[in-house]
């Protein structure tokens, strides 16, 4: 069942996320939708907050975006030997990152219509549990590695506008009040915040 993703200025996309366990009622039901709504608005990567449920659980495709690229684009944009992933990642924890950053555009689901460019570092490595509840350490790279702080920073009640410097921030402020009030259309369903 796609589900309706919540529009910026949502006060559940500001709550503090909790960590769940195997036994989370509907777990299975939860991730097949979040995966459902997550393609069916075309996306990488959702996090449970932006379907209006504050746990600690998020899905990334990295695969999608490498199958589309060519080789050059390949090469600027994943690790050598990273073809892309399909992860599901609960409880997951960010263990250790790489002093090396770079710059790319991002774009949310909760944010429709907009991308703007985000510094984050180039590796992380990652505590979390997989979709069969398998702990799992693992180190990330380029794309794959971005679009998992991405839906990590969801489970941490932080956006991606928040990387932003503030003046940069203040300019977006009035496209952000009309993406809140349902005033951009996106090509899914949504919730507004007011
Ligand atoms: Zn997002």
């Given at each position: 069942m796609q589900l309706p993703i919540l529009s910026y200025g949502h006060s559940v996309l500001r709550e503090q996320c909790h960590d769940i366990d195997?036994?989370?009622?509907?777990l299975t039901k939860l991730i097949e939708n979040m995966w459902e709504t997550m393609y069916g608005a075309n996306g990488c990567g959702l996090a449970a907050p932006q379907v209006n449920v504050p746990v600690r659980l998020f899905l990334v495709d990295s695969k999608t975006t490498y199958d589309k690229m060519d080789d050059r684009s390949r090469e600027d944009y994943f690790a050598a030997n990273d073809t892309g992933i399909i992860e599901t990642f609960i409880n997951?924890?960010?263990i250790d990152e790489s002093e090396e950053v770079w710059t790319d555009e991002e774009g949310c689901l909760s944010i429709p219509a907009l991308a703007e460019p985000i510094t984050r570092p180039w590796s992380i490595t990652m505590e979390y549990f997989n979709r069969e509840f398998i702990r799992q350490t693992k180190t990330f790279y380029g794309t794959t590695a971005r679009m998992i702080q991405h839906e990590y920073d969801h489970t941490e009640?932080?956006?991606?506008?928040?990387?932003?410097k503030p003046l940069k921030r203040k300019l977006l402020q009035g496209k952000l009040e009309k993406i809140s009030k349902g005033l951009v259309k996106a090509k899914y369903p949504m919730k507004f915040a007011k």
């Open positions: 195997s036994g989370y009622p509907e997951a924890a960010i009640r932080v956006l991606y506008l928040d990387h932003l």
